[in-house]
Structures are given as C-alpha cells and as structure tokens.
C-alpha cells in the first residue's frame, strides 16, 4: 500500500493515519445528540453498515488523497459508535451495574484492536494470491 498510492513521500503516511481522528474527536459529541433523538437501534446499524462501505472502498483507492478523504469519512462514521454503544447499554442496565460492563466493553475494544496487526500482517502475507497485491482490489490493478 505504501508503495502503490506512494505513502513513503513527505508526510503523506502521517496525514493519512491522523485525518482520521480530527472528524472523528470533533463529531463524537454532536454524533451522540444526534442518536439520542433517532435512537441506538437505527442510528448504529446505519453508521455500521456505513463505514463497513467505507472501508470496503479503500480497497479501490488510486491515490493517496482518496485514502485521505475516506479516512475523514471514517472518522464521521465512527464518531457515534463507541457513545452509541454505551448509551445503549445504559438502557439494559442499572447505573450501579455498568461500571463493569463498560470495563468489559472497553477490554473486548482493546483486545480486538491487538489482533487487528496480526489480521493485517496476515492479509499482507496473500500477496499474489487471486491476482491482488494483498490490499488492493481487482479493479486497481493494471
């Protein structure tokens, strides 16, 4: 991927990995007004389905600016996720049980996060196979 949308020049790597977090740092609070009004139910199905086409269509990109602006879309999606998530769980729980609910949510967020580089050096590793470069979908290929 490096290689291919040419990440190693300048800082583009960098600006790739933190686009990310600015939408999503600055819409997590308008994100969870936004869902209390439509409710958890359709509000995190419809950002989950969004932002798993979000990531499925950064397996098209051509450039390392289209990356840029899919991962400022991710951000947006990913906004309202983990307070959408907690606000619901609210609703199943009493206050005094939540304490080790979120623990549990948050350690389950952690460990998914640690397997996420071994999922990715193993997607690497396809290399090759199927005629992709490991990353890269079918259409990108020349």
Known sequence: MTKELKLNIGER??????????????????A????RFIGPRIFLST????????????????HWTTLVGLRLVLGIFEAGFFPGTVYLMS???????MGKRYAVF???????????????????????LAG???????????
Not at 15 to 27: C, D, G, P, Q, S
Not at 32 to 35: A, G, L, W
Not at 91 to 97: A, Q, V
Request: aromatic share 20%; hydrophobic share 55%.
């Open 91 to 97: 609703t199943y729980y009493k206050r005094y049980e």
């Open 106 to 128: 948050y350690t389950i967020g952690v460990f998914a996060s640690a397997l996420g580089g071994v999922l990715g050096y193993g997607l690497m590793q396809m290399s090759g």
């Open 47 to 62: 950002i989950v389905f969004l932002w798993g086409i979000i990531m499925l269509s950064m397996g098209f990109a051509k």
């Open 13 to 30: 790597y960098s600006i790739v990995a933190l686009v990310f977090f600015v939408t999503y740092v600055i819409l997590q609070p308008p």
């Open 132 to 142: 992709l470069l490991g990353w890269y979908a079918r259409n990108n290929l020349h």
């Open 32 to 35: 969870t007004i936004f869902m």
